[in-house]
């Protein structure tokens, strides 16, 4: 017996998938979650496109502490009047489009706190049951970059033909070989889908890391959603989106402006920003030049 024998799985209702080749759009959260760019996108999503719960983690327990994912646990009362918990879970929607569009099946995956490699082979058993040929991640991260300039999304597929629709609709591509850092066990669930044939696709926006805003980083949400709506013909309105956006980010030029060191670090990060737009490269790298780490040690009071 392995252990693997006694963990849940997910429960489903499975929808009619004959003749239906869907293509899923993921959320890790708890990584490629910066801004929380990643839970607004989905939750959008899944609210313009009326998808249909179809699925979760019967018993979310196996794979989560609650207590680390405290949070996302939430007591209320139901339109009955009966008091319901909430726990932390992943969940599985469905949305049912007209050919020649694909079908979407849009994953909500929470990071596992417990045997990863379980949960792993759950979500990819999954992704196989629905008939998923396309599997995309969306998210965000911190990088160092300006807040002064486009939001920037790369993103790399496995095969050639998608590469090419990214850099068509303005994704520029990362070399993800040559990453060296941490990671999440979630980078393994598109090695294995790979492997099983299903093309994987990634697209990441890259936000400034020197300040932190109280609600969601819009401009994120924006890029993401700009990018996902032109490769998958989603007609999702956004304009909200970029206005709220760009409201935020006027507000952190005030606060920029307010202090020197941060004025400093806003401009040395533009000079870098425009000269690898010149280049036409992301330079994958965690080092930053002594004139950038030293401008956001004072910028934070860092010794």
């Known amino acids: 017996m392995d252990i693997g024998d006694f963990l849940t799985d997910f429960k489903l209702q499975l929808p009619d998938l004959k003749g239906r080749s869907p293509h899923a759009i993921s959320v890790h959260i708890g990584w ?78 929470l990071e596992p706190t417990q045997f990863g490699e379980v949960y792993v082979d759950r979500v990819v058993a999954l992704l196989k049951r629905l008939n998923v040929v396309s599997y995309q991640v969306i998210g965000a991260m911190g990088s160092h970059v300006p807040h002064t300039r486009p939001i920037r999304v790369t993103g790399r597929s496995s095969t050639p033909e998608t590469t090419e629709r990214l850099k068509k609709i303005g994704v520029r ?6 990453y060296q850092g941490p990671t999440s066990i979630f980078n393994t669930i598109s090695s294995k889908l790979q492997s ?30 700009n990018v996902l709506s032109k490769l998958e013909g989603i007609e999702i ?56 780490q030293k401008a956001i040690d004072e910028a934070f009071d860092k010794n």
């Not at 699925?55 to 139901?78: L, T």
């Not at 591509?173 to 040559?178: D, F, K, V």
């Not at 941060?262 to 280049?279: F, H, M, P, R, V």
């Open 237 to 292: 309105p956004l304009e909200r989106f970029e206005s709220v956006g760009r409201q935020q980010y006027d507000t952190v030029s005030k606060e920029v402006r307010l202090s020197q060191s941060l004025t400093a670090l806003s401009q040395e990060l533009e000079n870098i920003y425009d000269q690898e737009e010149e280049k036409g490269k992301e330079e994958e790298t965690t080092r930053l030049p002594p004139s950038i």
């Open 173 to 178: 591509e990362t070399m993800g070989g040559q």
């Open 196 to 225: 099983e044939g299903i093309t994987t696709v990634s697209l990441i926006a890259h936000l400034p890391t020197y300040f932190s805003l109280q609600e969601a980083d819009f401009n994120g949400v924006f890029s993401i959603l």
């Open 32 to 109: 490629l979650n910066w801004g929380n760019v990643g839970d607004v996108a989905f939750d959008e999503l899944v609210e313009h496109a009326k998808a249909q719960k179809i699925g979760e983690f019967e018993r979310p327990g196996d794979f989560y502490n609650f207590v680390a994912y405290r949070d996302r646990s939430r007591s209320y009362i139901d339109n009955e009047g009966v008091r319901r918990t909430e726990f932390p879970n992943s969940v599985v929607y469905y949305v049912r489009r007209a050919p020649p569009l694909s079908d979407l099946v849009l994953v909500h995956l």
